[in-house]
């Protein structure tokens, strides 16, 4: 390094320095990278079993991240966390990264799945008849004795204030109905 932090790079052929700044990466800019590689080995650890036997790592990888689950103390797991990021840092993160984006994007299908069910479960169990003729009109492979049945069930069990075992009932069958072809968003009529 020269005084002016320039990084100097010696010319083989003549045996002059050569000021090289292309090529280098601020101290600042290589901390914030290593620190995103402790927040992915953060995720790592924390991750399900079987989640994490589904993102490709590489055999010393995924036993430390193993060592680093089964450390209790919070400064040895720190230290562990440091190293399964040193060890991250040596390969190409970008699998690891696209793995754990894509159990993102399930989780919010699964999200958008559970609120498209039981807007309308309430909004059949609100409107009744005419909401039923709503879902029928654009689900066509919908069973509307099995649906009017368990709303007429889920209406009477909320007016006795019981347990709501048919708006449950209700909710699975509207979310057979979605895993099978997703249910068009609520419409209030």
């Not at 409107?127 to 009477?156: K, P, T």
Request: aromatic share 2%; hydrophobic share 40%; proline share 5%.
């Amino acid at each position: 390094m020269t005084p002016s932090g320039q990084k100097m790079v010696l010319d083989k052929a003549n045996g002059n320095g050569i000021h090289d700044t292309a090529g280098a990466v601020s101290k600042s800019q290589r901390k914030r990278e290593a620190l995103e590689t402790v927040k992915l080995a953060k995720q790592l650890v924390t991750l399900s079993p079987a989640l994490l036997q589904q993102v490709p790592l590489g055999t010393t990888l995924r036993d430390e991240i193993d060592r680093a689950r089964a450390i209790r103390s919070h400064v040895a797991r720190k230290r562990q966390l440091q190293y399964v990021a040193k060890l991250m840092r040596r390969d190409d993160t970008a699998p690891i990264e696209a793995a754990l984006a894509s159990f993102e994007l399930e989780a919010g299908q699964i999200t958008a799945r559970q609120h498209r069910c039981e807007g309308w479960r309430d909004a059949l169990v609100d409107e009744g008849d005419s909401a039923i003729g709503r879902l029928f009109e654009q689900r066509r492979d919908a069973d509307v004795q099995a649906l009017r049945q368990l709303v007429r069930n889920a209406r009477r069990e909320a007016q006795r204030e019981q347990p709501p075992s048919a708006a449950r009932a209700l909710f699975r069958l509207l979310r057979t109905l979605d895993e099978a072809e997703p249910l068009p968003p609520v419409s209030h009529g």
